[in-house]
């Protein structure tokens, strides 16, 4: 038992040490983003974007929101989704390219009904982002 307990313990240090190293923060930012209304017809997808220029190239960003629906400090990793009713979906995604040093913050409304156009309130948010090496 003792040995597999030190098993254990070696095989949780050994992978965080691996998964610290595996990558390093280049540049961090915190932002408010805000989206407009819009209107979703039915049966249709409408996308909006808010880009950011990082100035520096990385490999990939990480990236948080925060809104004022949350309670206290909680905040949510980039992409997610959120159904609003059977035939209603937002999808909050990052994009990242390397080439121009920008991301951008994506929100992808889905309107699924048959017959009910879908207006979306506008909605804003602060972004806490970091880019990776």
């Not at 407009?36 to 049966?43: H, K, L, M, N, S």
């Not at 999808?91 to 992808?108: A, E, G, I, L």
């Amino acid at each position: 038992m003792k040995i597999f307990g030190i098993m254990c313990l070696f095989i949780t240090v050994f992978s965080a040490d691996i998964l610290a190293a595996s990558f390093e923060i280049r540049q961090e930012g915190k932002v408010s983003i805000a989206f407009d209304y819009v209107d979703i017809a039915p049966d249709s997808i409408e996308e909006q974007n808010f880009c950011i220029d990082t100035r520096k190239s990385g490999e990939g960003i990480i990236a948080f929101l925060k809104t004022d629906s949350i309670p206290n400090d909680t905040k949510r990793q980039l992409p997610f989704e959120r159904y609003i009713n059977p035939s209603r979906f937002i999808r909050y995604d990052v994009v990242y390219s390397p080439s121009n040093k920008t991301f951008c913050v994506v929100q992808r409304l889905e309107n699924r009904s048959a017959g009910e156009t879908w207006t979306m309130d506008a909605v804003s948010f602060t972004l806490k982002w970091y880019l990776i090496k």
